[in-house]
């Protein structure tokens, strides 16, 4: 392995990656659309226009959190049937991904990665079939080492245990690159391992204030950042 970034301990021998507000714009693309689709139906619910609908999801999600179930919320206020959140579900499960594109700097960074020698894994927590379909558009099929999929909330635990298990790893060789504070960044530093913030998405912007700069992880805006003094 040649000479490592500065921003990366020399211990590290692997990287898992994150996939969704991680190495694709997924709040800015998927989740505006679902808010849109949602809207279509908010909009008729509660008499007002699809942008005002919008609007209030959008404020209810920035109080309440990205993890929110804001159908159920709206549902509540308005005295709403729950006919009114099974067709909210059935309208943004619909959804396809096509059209979806890696951030610029994703393929070429992780192509780089590799060349240098690291191990490289995607975990990713979804429904298996949509988070199937993503990595399949993206053209990540073959990216990695290995996918992983959880469709269990608090799943990537195990995830990181069979990882380090299976490829014979120590946490201090692994480096755990997300968006989510609470979930992917909280479970790899309880793990040991070296961490990376993605400052993107709605889950960062959400927690940011819980955040503190110069905390015990790497901050970074892209996945080029970890490569910022390859060259030397």
Same mark, same amino acid.
């Given at each position: 392995m040649s000479k490592l970034t500065s921003l990366v301990s020399a211990r590290v021998k692997a990287i898992i990656f994150d996939l969704d507000d991680t190495l694709y714009d997924c709040s800015g693309t998927l989740v505006l659309k679902r808010r849109k689709l949602a809207a279509k139906i908010i909009s008729k619910a509660i008499k007002c226009s699809?942008?005002?609908?919008?609007?209030?999801?959008?404020?209810?999600?920035? &109080?309440?959190?990205?993890?929110?179930?804001?159908?159920?919320?709206?549902?509540?206020?308005?005295?709403?049937?729950e006919e009114f959140c099974?067709? +909210?579900?059935?309208?943004?499960?619909?959804?396809? +991904?096509?059209?979806?594109?890696?951030?610029?700097?994703?393929?070429?960074?992780?192509?780089?990665?590799?060349?240098?020698?690291?191990?490289?894994f995607l975990v990713t927590f979804g429904s298996r079939e949509m988070q199937e379909k993503?990595?399949?558009?993206?053209?990540?099929?073959?990216?990695? %080492?290995?996918?992983?999929?959880?469709?269990?909330? &608090?799943?990537?635990?195990?995830?990181?245990?069979?990882?380090?298990?299976?490829? %014979?790893?120590?946490?201090?060789? +692994?480096?755990?690159?997300g968006?989510?504070?609470?979930?992917?960044?909280?479970?790899?530093? &309880?793990?040991?391992?070296?961490?990376?913030?993605?400052?993107?998405g709605r889950h960062y912007h959400f927690y940011k204030s819980e955040i503190n700069e110069e905390g015990s992880y790497l901050h970074i805006t892209k996945v080029s950042d970890l490569l910022e003094n390859e060259k030397d």
């Open positions: 699809e942008a005002e609908a919008l609007k209030l999801q959008l404020e209810l999600e920035n &109080r309440l959190g990205p993890k929110s179930d804001i159908a159920s919320e709206i549902a509540s206020l308005y005295d709403l049937p099974k067709e +909210v579900a059935n309208t943004i499960n619909t959804l396809e +991904v096509e059209g979806v594109i890696l951030f610029p700097d994703t393929m070429d960074s992780i192509n780089e990665l590799k060349k240098i020698g690291y191990k490289l993503k990595i399949k558009v993206l053209g990540l099929e073959k990216t990695f %080492d290995e996918i992983i999929i959880t469709e269990n909330p &608090r799943g990537k635990e195990k995830c990181f245990k069979e990882i380090l298990s299976k490829y %014979d790893l120590e946490p201090e060789q +692994v480096l755990c690159v968006d989510k504070i609470k979930d992917e960044i909280e479970v790899g530093k &309880r793990f040991g391992m070296s961490t990376a913030l993605m400052k993107h």
